[in-house]
């Protein structure tokens, strides 16, 4: 599994910035790394926004799984 996670996200990352730069410019690296960059960025910030709903859930289900058990 996680064989193909990182082979789904280098694909991502080497394909992206070809979309807008050809891949023999010298400049590919500097956008690949950028992208690479804000990539992580989007990452790191949908776990923070996201942590308060899957809180929630666990308040949620733990309060369901102790009303069936009293």
């Known amino acids: 599994m996680p ?3 990182s082979e789904t996200l ?3 990352v080497n394909t992206v910035p ?3 730069v050809a891949e023999d410019s010298p ?3 500097l956008v690949r790394v950028m992208f690479v960059l ?3 960025v989007i990452i ?3 776990i923070i926004v996201l ?3 899957w809180s929630a859930v666990a308040r949620r289900l733990r ?3 102790t009303t069936d058990h009293a």
Do not use: D, E, T, V
Request: aromatic share 24%.
């Open 63 to 65: 309060k369901a799984s």
């Open 27 to 29: 400049n590919f690296a």
């Open 3 to 5: 064989h193909w996670i």
């Open 18 to 20: 070809a979309l807008f």
């Open 51 to 53: 942590q308060p709903f």
């Open 10 to 12: 280098l694909r991502i």
């Open 38 to 40: 804000i990539f992580i």
């Open 44 to 46: 790191i910030y949908g």
